[in-house]
């Protein structure tokens, strides 16, 4: 059970190794310009392996739902980033329960959006919990988990991937043990909130300090990208690193480093709407910046729709 491309190694790893009964997924939804309906990563993987693919809008409130998923006979069910909460009939239907593959060090960063709250909280290390699933928010006890570092430059995307590797791995470690390890229930200090991300957090406000800024950068890079207003476009920032300089806000130095409320940071990456990703200094051979860029958070003009 999975949507986005993170759970896409797992089911990947236990298509190889178990028999997977059927793979769930978000229904598609409207992307790119033209609003057309698109599958998943786990919906399009899932089907170019073969596998029986259910995308139910909602799994609560169904009788049908219920019993079509206990009517699968299945002995366990792994979930990594489905994006539904599971009602208790889905979580007792499996023979052995259910397990969630959890990009974070339990208990900190419970919730939808672990990675990128750690990455803007100023987190030097985050990780992988295998966690076995009950009624609360990623409450259950933790079977395995694995840690790694994050490093200056990482983004989400870097780190997503990462994490989906070793995520896949743990999964079948797991699978393989789940008769010997101890579940190890989850101390509540220190648990955290890792609320899914508003659209408000893209924008950048130059009063900041240039880490703050350097952070949401990255935690919200490759999607949905944090942005600034430059003449009329709205640009994505992907990528950027502290940089020496200081001034006013917003005031650009050259290239495309820009004074921070402290310090400055340099952008290394970006991208303009309809584009690729490209580095700033080919942003730059086509793009010319003003003197100072102003806080998005002050812009409330209509801007141009991101590159898909």
């Known amino acids: 059970m999975g949507t986005p491309q993170f759970a896409v190694p797992a089911l990947e790893a236990l298509a190889r190794t178990h028999e997977v009964v059927c793979v769930y997924s978000q229904p598609p939804r409207p992307a790119g310009r033209g609003k057309a309906p698109r599958k998943s990563a786990v919906q399009t993987r899932a089907e170019a392996l073969g596998l029986v693919v259910r995308t139910p809008a909602s799994l609560r409130g169904d009788p049908a739902e219920a019993a079509a998923f206990a009517a699968l006979s299945a002995d366990i069910a792994v979930v990594a980033a489905y994006g539904q909460i599971l009602p208790q009939a889905f979580l007792d239907a499996p ?10 060090l339990l208990p900190r960063w419970r ?9 803007m909280a100023g987190d030097r290390e ?5 966690m076995r699933m009950e009624a609360g928010l990623d409450t259950g006890p933790v079977l395995l988990r694995e840690k790694t570092a994050i490093g200056p430059g990482d983004t989400a995307g870097d780190l997503l991937a990462r994490l989906a590797d070793m995520g896949a791995r743990l999964i079948l470690t797991a699978l393989a043990q789940i008769d010997s390890l101890r579940p190890v229930p989850q101390p509540e200090a220190g648990a955290t909130r890792a609320a899914r991300i508003d659209k408000s957090e893209a924008a950048i406000d130059w009063r900041r300090p240039a880490a703050e800024i350097c952070r949401q950068i990255h935690a919200l890079s490759p999607a949905p990208g944090a942005w600034v207003m430059i003449g009329d476009e709205r640009v994505r920032l992907l990528r950027a690193r502290p940089a020496q300089g200081e001034g006013a806000p917003g005031r650009v130095l050259g290239g495309f480093t820009v004074t921070c409320g402290q310090g400055a940071i340099e952008i290394t990456q970006a991208q303009r709407p309809g584009r690729r990703p490209m580095p700033a200094a080919e942003i730059l051979n086509g793009l010319r910046l003003p003197a100072a860029l102003a806080s998005a958070v002050a812009v409330d003009k209509p801007a141009s729709p991101p590159g898909d």
């Open 95 to 104: 023979a052995r329960g259910a397990l969630n593959i959890h990009a974070s």
């Open 111 to 119: 919730g939808a959006a672990p990675v990128q709250r750690a990455i």
């Open 126 to 130: 985050t990780g992988i919990s295998i």
